[in-house]
């Protein structure tokens, strides 16, 4: 499976972005998708996730609200809409899938990052304040 992330850019703070993530190759059939970010000198930090099947969304607790993940199954693209953009919202986004199908879905599982195998390469986004 491979992830390309795309959608990144120099924003003002206040304005909006949507990332995109396409997925090609051997895909799984609505995996688990999630977003992460990693700003300069900091650790990658968990963003968003979609589900497998989308049955959940999970969002953390510094974007919930001004974030949305969302899915087009035809296209095989994940989307995070990004609204009210703030400078600490800066950093390099990847998007990651999750080929399994846990039994148990929760916010703990998908925000870790290790229980993703596939990463896309990464989108800059900047915000100026």
């Known amino acids: 499976v491979q992830l390309q992330a795309s959608g990144g850019g120099l924003v003002q703070a206040g304005d909006s972005l949507r990332l995109s993530c396409a997925a090609s190759?051997?895909?799984?059939?609505?995996?688990?998708m999630g977003w992460f970010r990693q700003a300069p000198g900091q650790e990658r930090e968990f963003v968003a996730a979609?589900?497998?099947?989308?049955?959940?969304?999970y969002y953390a607790d510094s974007v919930k609200g001004r974030f949305t993940i969302s899915r087009d199954g035809a296209k095989n693209t994940v989307y995070l809409q990004m609204n009210s953009l703030k400078p600490e919202d800066t950093g390099v986004y990847y998007c990651?899938?999750?080929?399994?199908?846990?039994?148990?879905?929760?916010?703990?599982?998908?925000?870790?990052?290790?229980?993703?195998?596939?990463w896309g390469q990464g989108t800059q986004v900047t915000v100026s304040s």
């Open positions: 990651a899938a999750d080929p399994r199908k846990p039994f148990v879905l929760s916010l703990r599982y998908y925000s870790d990052s290790s229980k993703y195998d596939y």
């Open positions: 190759g051997r895909t799984h059939s609505s995996p688990g």
């Open positions: 979609l589900s497998w099947l989308g049955l959940s969304v």
